[in-house]
Structure formats: C-alpha cells, structure tokens
C-alpha cells in the first residue's frame, strides 16, 4: 500500500510533494524552536536577545514563533490542492481497479502523509539551521567575547535541546497536519468507479470569523484588568483574533466580489468578480494569512507609535519591533507563494475555457490582468480591514499620541495593503509560464 | 472551387508538427465571403490543427494563412488577438464557456474585451440569446446547462461580434440527433444572415451535407477538393 502510495505521490509532480514537504519543514523547524524555547529554565546560561533572555517576554516569543507557523500551514493546505483534478481521476482508476473507499481515502492520506512525514524530519535541519544563524552563545566559551563585540540576534537556544521524544511528536504532529491538509482538501469529494464528483458548498461563506474576533474584544479588558492574565491573555486575544480574521477571509471575498460584479464596467473586473462570487472559499484561503498579518502590522504599528511618542527608541524596542515587521515581511513572502500556488491550481483546472478564451480573442495581459484583479481584491480589502482593526485595537489604548506617532499608523494604514497588492502582483507575475500553458491551443483538441 | 482572388481566408502549404506527429503536410485550402465549408477526415487526420491554423490560434511551421489578403503570420500576436476577436468566431465541442459567469456575460465577453460599453454588450448578448432561442437561460451558469444550451450559448457568443468568419469544431459533437441538429442549423442560418463564412470541422456527413461545400483531411493532407463537392 505504502508503495502504491509513492507512486501515485510521485504522479502528482515532484513540485507538489517538495512544496508539501517545504511548508512541513518550515512548521517543524519552527515548532523545534519553540520547544527549545520552553525548555529554557529562566535563567539561561547563555546569551540571548532580551526578546529571549528576559523570562517576562519569552512566553510572547514562543508564541510569536508559533503564530509563523501559520502563513506557511495556509502554504501547506494550497499545497496539498495542487493537482486536485489529475489526482481525483487516479483515485477513480483505483475504484475502478477493485479499491474501497477505506483503501482510497488510506491512498489519499499516505499521498499527502509520506512528503510531511518527510518534511517533518527535514524540518531538524532547518532548526539546525536557525541555531546557526540565531543561536545563543554559552556563557563561558571563547565566544562570549566576541558576543560583546559583533552582537548578532540571539533568539535560537543553544545549551538546551530537544529530547528525542520530543522531536518525533513535533515530527508526528506535523504529519498529521499535512494528513488533516489533505482530508480537508477532500472533503465533500465522492469517488466512485465511474468518476469524482464533489458536494458542492452553494452556501455562501457567512462573516462568522467576526465571533472570535468580538471574544477578543470582549476579553482584553479583563486581561489589561488583571496583572497576572496579561502574558497568557494577550495571547489568547491575538490568536483568536488572528483566527478571526484569517476566517473572515472567503467572507470578505464573496461581499466584495458581489458589489463589484454588479458594477463591473470591464471583462477584466467581470471575470475577477464572478470567480470571487463562485469560487470565494479556495480564494479566501489562499489570502487568509493576508488579513491576519495586517491585524498584527495594525497592532505593531500601534505600539510603534507608542514608541515615538514616549521618545522610547531604546534598542531592545526598535530592534524587538523590526524584528516583527522582519516576520511578517516573510509571512507577507509566503502569502506571495500561496496565492501564485493558488492561481496555478485555478489554472490547471479550467485550462480548457482559459484556452478557448484566448482563441476568442482575450489577449495574455487581459487575462494575467483579470488574475491579479481577483487575488487584489481579495487581498487588499482584507489586508486594509486587519490593519485597521489592530491599529484601532491598540491605538485606543495608547496613553498618549504625538504627531510622529500618529504618523507612524497612518503610513502604516497605506504601506501594508501596498504591500499585499505587491505581493499579489509578485504573484501572478511567478505564474506567467503556466498561465502561457493554459492558453495553449493543445488545451482545446478534443478529449 | 474559388479564385484566389475572391478568397476570405486562402492557406497555402500549411505544415504543422505536434512532437514528431505531422498533423499537417503541405495543405492548402480557400474560403471565400460568406461560403460554408466543411472539413471532414477521420479523428486525428489533422482536420482541428487546419481549422486553428486558419484562424490563427496555432502557427503553422510552414506556409502561410491570408486573410482578407493580410498574412496572419506577418501581425503581432496583439493583432491576431484583435482579429480573432473581432472578425472571427469560434465554436467548440465543448468547455469553451466561462464556468463562473452567467450565458448572457459570456455571450457578452468578447464584445467587453473589445472595451464596449457592459449595458449595449449585454443587451446585444440578450440579442443574440433570443434569435437562438435560448433567451431563458441568460441567467444560467453553464454548469447549469445541458450540452445543447451550452452549444447554444457558444454560437451566440461566436456570432455577437458579427464575425466575417465563423471556424466550428465538431460543434455538434458531443450532442444527440436532436440537438445537434438545432445547433447547427441555428449556427448555420445565423452566420448565413450574416452573411459569414463557415469553416466546419466534422467527422459526422450528416453535418458536412449542410455545407456548400467539403474538404477531407487524410494524413494531414487535403484530399481533391472538387471531388467531394456538394452539389447545390
């Protein structure tokens, strides 16, 4: 069966299964380091970045780590989507062959399982990796004063690592997300011995990313209230509001596909509209991570301006900040690659009418046009609501506000949804070469 | 057969390879204004390859294709793009509409990327639903249609443009007796009022026969033209 599984990985394209095991790498690696970073006692014997080093924030350091997580897991599930039509059509031949749906759905999980379990175990030479280039330094080696010297970001433990338990269940965990990817992309999907058919969800997406999002509203005033929740609190309170917003976002692109479909002047904008209105949830997900990477450049932001309006550009704060506004250029980078691998999969899957477009006389640029126009509007609106929501969030609690400050959030109101336009239009841009196969003339001769 | 001089589309020498498959070796082939000509040959004999070669969908590796005296070869694939969608039409056997957009906005689609104003293009899609009888599904989407109303729905977006050319594959193809029969003569009777020229390709004679005239592809060659000729 294991075997049998391989073969029909490796029919699904050598790209599917190195993207697959690429995200479950990062997610690994990632997850090594926040292990590490538990493991810590609280006063470590080397030298860290306070970020580390001071035992008050370091739990907000793990959790900022885990939430990394995040973009590249959404990478993952587009990942997992890769290919779905070729691959829905093997799993028919198989029923066709003489498997049961037991067998089937075992082939679909080994399919997705084999290259996470492979990323999983490659995800110890990215937190390898990350020792090297973060790592702390001992207190009583040689490089100690080299430390003080030629300071480097130490974020990355090194005198604790790991136990051997420890990495197989990060490894465990991480195939079994890559497993839960692939059942989640198959859900709803029948295969018979005569075909693949898929219950259709007709329903809209409904706004419910909204009820997470009002918890958190709801409990940050008892979390600033008592001293003692703050840490864990706030943690909760960015995690469900990241959760509501990344859940807002098929929501957010049915709503604006809707109003824009009605008005649409241009092909361009009809095709982009129509495709939000049919298709809003593989859409919605691809830039999920948009929404909530501004929600957390919205509160960054804020505290930024807190900064400039304290006159407190200490560098433990200038650096901790950069460092965040680092990590969600990265998640920003990783949005990119899911929505290109987003587009290639909506590509691969209506090559035909793609085709018979251009023969009709739609030209490269109008369709590569209509592309972008359906990942921006999905992402902007989404990307301009996250950020107004976490400036708003923690800019209401900000004692006082300067104009320095105050211009810090605005410039930040326009530079991260111009950011996501750039990052869609990085995007379609990488996809060129299939949307160029897609309109082939090969992609009409009859089947 | 016609002068070259009154010739719409005139194809001289047209080779065609897919790999090291020949799909076409050396065709030539004229179609004049407003004449309908079938293409017929058995499957995989180079019939589709010639009709997208003509209407400047696939380039040829050799020979030339003129249209209305212009060498395709010589526009840039922005012009061609232009043609294609202003003097041409096309119709496939099937999954050539826009699976998200309703039949009226895919009629509606060339005249939009031709930059026309949305309310005329959907009023002339609207237009041209109705002539094909097929003004109730406007709204539809075409997984909502079947494989006659789709058919329907390409004819109409072929013909919105008011295309001096019309190139049909196997147009009928996917179709029963009745239906494909409706298509056609609907494709057939709305390009004549147009006074536009056909190009069918078919496998089925009982299509061909509606034809002013036929062609069989052998091997990617074009058989005695003459020979196979309708009588009208």
Known sequence: MTRLAWTLARAGGWARMLLVAACTAVVSGLLLVAVALLLLPENPHEAFFNLVADPGVRGGTTFGTVLVTVPAL???????????????????????????????????????????????????????????????????????DVYVSTP????????????????????????????????LASRGLVVTPLGVTRRQRTAPPRPWGFLPMLFAAALAPVVVAHQSLSTAGAMVCVALAVLGMASLAPWVAYRVGRRLRARARSATMLLAASRMVTQ??????????VGAIALVSGGSAALTADLFSTNNLESFYVVSMVLVFGALLVALVVVAWTLAVHTVESLLDRKRSTAALVA???????????????????????ALLGVVLGTVALGLVLPVLTPAGLAVMLANLVVTPALAWVAVAVAVRAVRPWTVRACAATNLRTE | MNESSEALIAAR???????????????SLEVAAGETVAVTGRSGSGKSTLLLCLAGVLRPEAGEVAYGGRLLDTLSEAERTRLRRRDFGLVLQFGQ????????????????????????????????????????LADATPGELSGGEAQRVAVARALVTGPKVVFADEPTGALDTVSGDQVLDALLSAAREAHASVVLVTHDNRVAAHADREVVVTDGRLEDADTFAVPR
């Open chain 1, 74 to 144: 959404l990478l993952l599930h587009q990942a997992v989507r890769l290919g779905t039509a070729a691959r829905e059509r093997r799993l028919a031949a198989l029923r066709l062959a003489g498997a049961t749906p037991g067998q089937v759905r075992l082939l679909g999980a080994l399919e997705v399982g084999i290259p996470s379990f492979a990323g999983g175990v490659l995800g110890l030479v990215v937190y390898a990796l990350l020792r090297v280039a973060f790592g702390g330094t001992a207190y009583g080696t040689a490089e100690r």
């Open chain 1, 152 to 183: 480097r970001l130490r974020l990355v433990p090194t005198t604790v690592t790991p136990a051997w338990w420890q990495v197989a269940l990060v490894v465990l965990a991480v195939t079994l997300l890559g497993v839960a990817a692939g059942a």
């Open chain 1, 280 to 289: 809003p949830r593989p859409l919605g997900r691809a830039a999920a991570a």
């Open chain 1, 360 to 382: 009709g006389g739609a030209s490269l640029r109008e369709l590569e046009r209509a592309q972008r126009t359906e990942c921006g509007l999905a992402a902007v609106p989404l």
């Open chain 2, 13 to 27: 020498g047209l080779r065609k390879a897919f790999g090291r498959t020949e799909a076409l070796r050396g065709v």
């Open chain 2, 97 to 136: 509409l826009v699976p998200e957009l309703s039949a009226a906005d895919n009629v509606a689609l060339p005249l939009l990327l031709d930059r026309h104003d949305r309310a005329a293009s959907h009023r002339a899609a609207l237009g041209w639903l109705e002539r094909l009888g097929a003004l109730d």
